[in-house]
């Protein structure tokens, strides 16, 4: 397990962060609005799912860090992961969508998955986010990035639960970013893991500064973290910069 120091050193560094971001992958816009739009959230649904979709392979795919630097041919080595990713979150039932009242358009989303003990899995059900399923080499390799960050943690046992909340994936509509639509998104997913679902529990693989800093400001702490250049100095190179880790960050409810 990690140890007490290591906490703090990794908060402290959270804490210095600067930028901030409705999205957790890119940069905020400079966009000023005058008039907000009126913004509704509502849990995600069927009906949903093809503008969810549009908006995951869209955004996130494009500008988050990793799918960068490994040059992801979009939408085709998305539509796999993010098709799973959607289909067990409608399942689920704890993700949101934020929607524009005027135009009643999709212009963000998060996807929540109820990750369980794997003690408490049977062979009939196996895990669907297993590396080797995933017929993209670039999406095995993001993939085992994240489970790197997981080395030596145990959140269930952290947490003291057998269900968790994951936070897999957050897209914001370019237009709409500066709205705080992250927080709000998150904020929602934990109440409604936590006094509708009965979730302890929640974390998520924070990719670049942005959404460990979005993570933060709702409470989240860091567990773990991997540098991009340490873990592959070759095919991250690129990732050098003010995104330079993975973070697990993770929350009691």
Request: glycine content about 2%; some cysteine.
């Amino acid at each position: 397990m990690y140890s007490s120091l290591l906490r703090k050193r990794l908060d402290e560094r959270c804490t210095s962060i600067s930028p901030t971001s409705s999205c957790p992958s890119t940069p905020p816009l400079s966009k000023k609005w005058f008039e907000p739009p009126h913004i509704d959230l509502c849990v995600m649904n069927n009906e949903h799912r093809e503008k969810v979709f549009e908006l995951v392979t869209n955004i996130f795919f494009r500008d988050e860090p990793l799918n960068q630097c490994l040059a992801f041919d979009l939408p085709n080595e998305a539509t796999e992961f993010a098709e799973l990713v959607i289909s067990i979150a409608l399942e689920d039932q704890c993700s949101f969508v934020a929607i524009n009242n005027q135009t009643q358009e999709i212009i963000g989303v998060i996807l929540n998955v109820i990750k369980h003990r794997l003690s408490l899995s049977t062979i009939n059900n196996p895990d669907k986010f297993d590396i080797k399923n995933f017929q993209s080499e670039k999406l095995r390799f993001i993939l085992g990035v994240l489970k790197h960050a997981h080395e030596n943690i145990d959140l269930f046992q952290e947490m003291n639960t057998d269900r968790l909340l994951h936070t897999v994936i957050i897209a914001i509509d370019t237009h709409y970013r500066g709205l705080r639509l992250t927080e709000k998104l998150i904020d929602a997913s934990l109440e409604r893991a936590k006094n509708e679902c009965h979730i302890k529990a929640a974390f998520s693989e924070a990719t670049s500064l942005y959404s460990a800093k979005a993570f933060r400001k709702q409470g989240f702490q860091v567990y773990n973290e991997i540098i991009y250049t340490n873990y592959d100095n070759i095919r991250l190179a690129n990732l050098s910069g003010e995104h330079d880790r993975c973070q697990l960050v993770a929350k009691q409810l």
